[in-house]
């Protein structure tokens, strides 16, 4: 009961901690693909959702090839005594990754949908470009990115694929929940992995559910 619930805990930990990792530059890119009018959004667009559409393993492969003692970024962090690769720390960055995709497509519908007049007169009131975004962009769209970190932290809740190249599977250090179902998969132990498998469901259903409901709750607003 004890490793189940430590279990859990890490793995609503990890995906707490990616969902706050990515909402900074997730909004930032966001709002910045909301207004954007001029060529190459189309590309930016594309590249943003590979990790939707990519094998999770070929994206878990690029970061190992990023960050490992060879890889052009893994140099200059060994060099700083920075160690991520088969860490709690790639853990978080693979859920991050995969992750930040979602948030980015509902946060950009989310700025979307404000009115430029609604900004334009708070410019014209004297307010700067950010505090006209955090007194009047971001209170409109909040929804939207609300709505984005929830699929965020319900797409991290079940991270496997990235995770388990960058991360391995480490009980006790880098083993969440989807990987622990792999692993007693793969020894046979059929009930254990179905015990957690039914938690894992729970909690997804937990998740999803909260962003349905925010969901059709924006959906309404925006109808009135």
Sequence with gaps: MTDTTGLVLFTLTVAAVATLVILPPGVAVAYALARWRGPGRGVVDTVLALPLVLPPTAVGLVLLELLGRNGPVGRVLDAMGVEVVFTPG???????????????????????????????????????RARAFFRVTLPLAWRGVAVGALLAFSRALGEFGATVLVAGNIPGRTQTLSLAIFQHTQLGQDE????????????????????????????RRVRA
């Design 192 to 219: 254990r992995a179905l015990q957690l498998a039914g938690i894992a469901a729970a909690l997804a259903f937990v998740a999803v559910y909260a962003t349905e409901g925010l969901t059709r709750w924006r959906g």
């Design 90 to 128: 790639a853990v978080v960055l693979a859920s991050a990754v995969m992750a930040f995709p979602l948030l980015v497509r509902s946060a950009r519908s989310g700025f979307e949908e404000v009115d430029p007049r609604l900004v334009a007169v708070a410019r014209t009131l004297g307010d700067s």
